[in-house]
């Protein structure tokens, strides 16, 4: 019996949430659990989980990077007018337009990592001001509107199939694997978790914590400019909206997935879960008929109540174990 | 024993920090294989000057000489590349890294070609096999946060053997440990002392210094003041030397009648003490002597309505009264002030100024309309700046570029404002210059002969020991003694002997 309870609390509550929800929209929602919309459900997390690859490593280090939305905005938007530009397109324009995309991101990256890395502005001040930066711009190249209808063969990135699967899915898992490798195999994974646990110490033992943290913010840029480049290609359009309120889910798929505000604790993998979590839950949402805007309510509503559980959990486990210290005579 | 030669030379070494010389001229020499003491009361300059050698602290001026050639690292890894590593006195632990990876930091081993990848599997194994090589029973894939925090203690000493090494400096290495993890953390540093490692190391013990150490060396307000050969001295040279006065002159005391009970708890229990019961009355200094870690700031805390308790009660002035973890501002109303051990972060605002710093505590009282009248504020301050005799008239000075010893006067003019009846003192002469001391251990003397109760946590044995009218030792949470003056045994090794929870003579 105890050792059902131990399990039970050992079970992250975004975990119980996940499950709780399939539960509940494989009876409220109709065809919930076919392939089908399973493969839209991964679709939709493809641009979403990339770009909370970037935050994650920098949530890591215990901060924020609030531009990626932004970044994704005005990235996706200046790729989508490069494209306009040709009545046909050939694989080199491709090329391009994905150099281009990728180089937005990571100039954005760059500034952001200079100011924050090595200056060391305040991150969430750089970072409101990149991201104004980037839906600024957006808005203005665009003069507001909405650029849409692509070409095929650059739509193929995120449409196409291969062995029945989305590009875009098999893209997103690519770009995981690597990030979970740079997360959990390298010396730079390492040393973000270092400065994020303990930075004195961090920069006592030898690590170069203003490179770790440039390169942090680096990635993130870059990640942000891949996401444009799949959200780009599926949603066939662009404008300075694109990206709205992707920065703050892209904060959710990391929280959700158990990585710690403060830095320090948790990872990539917790982070994939976290994004798909939430594209099955607004799917799900989407089939019983809920607007956008309640969407947008209950996701909030959903995310307290993990925090919430997981908070009171370790509050918990906290006493416990000081009490165990303790009465070891520390 | 081998044969020992000179390894580090320092030769003139200064660092100025604004407003003060932190490090003034010292020179002196760290041979192969010996244990080289360091010692200096707090704010003496130890800290500061290894961590220059460390490369931690930049050296402004003089020279540093490694086995012979000319050598001042550029920083932390420079230093370590040389084969100069460094133990801090705050453990600075990744709590939430495997000890494998705490003792790896900065230098993980690699694998793979193109692509390299950590190599975990060796980094656990090589850890492994330097935890069992000095002895230390820990498994390299544990958590660090899992760990006590004295087995936290080893794995540092660990990681800072682990490059190649020549010198080893420990920052009181054992301040929070228990006398049997000293033992096996001394059996280490005997160890590494006999593979021609030389050890600077820096205590307060004097048992310490005379069990393991070589030689001594000692500073005074960043100054060197002398080395003496361990076998060739004794404890009264090495304390004069240190506080370069008599100590009977700096703990004077004017011992009053005992009055009302002011302050008592009974069998007050919390997160990390049990069944304290203790007592201060009017017109005593009360001593509160342990280990860190012991429960007396928790104590203190609780009192004060900080921290929650369990259970037992707390009276004051005849009535009790139930804080339990709500209300600072109800024990502050009652008569009871607490001054916080660290004072940068508990104690003060830096950033504000003196006047903003001094008013906080009384700021309904004095002013109960809500409307803060600036010109009587700054009256008020500079009343007490005047009184305590802070370096600067300018009530207007922000705290931060202030010295540790104006600080603490600062801190301490708050809580004289509330005119409480129970003063909770959490090592109120931390870090601060001896002048300074002086003053606030006059400063206590005043208070408690105006009729207030002082209860005084400390670490410094003789502080203790010279000051208290009576003393309270702890030891992991329970009070282990208690120690009356002119009744008891009050030298620093019975104190010591009662502290750490090896029986006492009265219980």
Known sequence: ?330 | MEETRDLLELKNLSKFFPGVVAVDDVSFTVRSGEVHVLIGENGAGKSTLVKMIAGINPIDKGEMYLEGDHFVPDDVVDAQTHGINMVHQELSMMSNRTVAQNIFIGREPMKGGLIKSLDIKKMNEESQKMLNELGVKIDASSKTSDLSIAMQQMVELVKATSSQNKILILDEPTSSLTAPEIKSLFAIVRKLKKSGVGIIYISHRMNEMFELGDRITVMRDGKYVGTREVKNTNEEEIISMMIGRNIGTLFDRTYNECGEVLLETKELTGLRFKNVSIKVHSGEIVGMAGLVGAGRTEVAKAIFGYDPIDSGRIIKSGREIKLNGHSPRKAIDLGISYLPEDRKQEGLFLDFTISDNIIPAVLGRIFPSGIVNQKKQKEIAEEYVKKMSVATTDSGKIVGSLSGGNQQKVALAKWLLTQAEVFIFDEPTRGIDIGAKAEIYALMDELVGNGAGILMISSEMNEVCGLSDRIYAMHDGVVSGELFRGIDDFSEDNVLTIMLGSGGNHE
Request: aromatic share 10%.
């Open chain 1, 1 to 330: 019996m105890n050792r059902v309870k131990r399990l039970i609390k050992s079970v992250p509550g975004s975990t119980w949430a996940g499950i709780l929800l399939m539960v509940f929209f494989a009876f409220a929602a109709k065809g919930y659990l076919s392939e089908r919309n399973i493969m839209n459900i991964l679709q939709s997390t493809s641009a979403l989980v990339v770009l909370a690859a970037g935050m994650t490593m920098v949530i890591l280090l215990g901060e924020i990077d609030m531009s990626v939305g932004g970044v994704l905005t005005i990235a996706a938007t200046v790729t989508g007018m490069y494209l306009k530009l040709y009545e046909t397109i050939t694989v080199a324009n491709i090329m391009i337009a994905l150099l281009i995309c990728c180089a937005i991101g990571v100039a954005f990256g760059l500034l952001n990592g200079l100011l924050i890395g090595y200056m060391r502005f305040n991150f969430w001040l750089v970072t409101f001001g990149t991201m104004s930066m980037g839906f600024g711009l957006a808005k203005g190249v665009t003069g507001g509107g909405v650029l849409s209808g692509f070409d095929t063969m650059f739509r193929w990135i995120s449409t196409g199939r291969v062995f029945g699967i989305r590009t875009c899915i098999i893209w997103a898992a690519i770009i995981c694997a690597i990030v979970i490798f740079v997360n959990y195999k390298t010396k730079f994974g390492l040393h973000i978790y270092a400065i994020g646990d303990s930075e004195i110490c961090a920069q006592n033992s030898g690590v170069n914590v203003k490179k770790t943290r440039f390169f942090a913010y680096v990635l993130s840029g870059l990640m942000a400019g891949l996401a444009a480049v799949l959200l780009l290609a599926r949603t066939n359009s662009a404008g300075a909206t694109l990206g709205e309120g992707y920065e703050f889910n892209a904060i959710a798929a990391v929280v959700i997935g158990g990585t710690a505000m403060d830095g320090g604790k948790g990872g990539f993998k917790g982070t994939i879960f976290g994004a798909i979590f939430i594209s099955a839950m607004k799917n799900g949402l989407q089939l019983v008929g809920l607007s956008n805007y309640w969407q947008q309510v209950l996701l909030g509503v959903v995310i307290l109540a993990i925090i919430l559980y997981d908070v009171i959990n370790s509050k918990i486990r906290d006493k416990k174990s000081l009490r165990r210290v303790y009465s070891d005579g520390i």
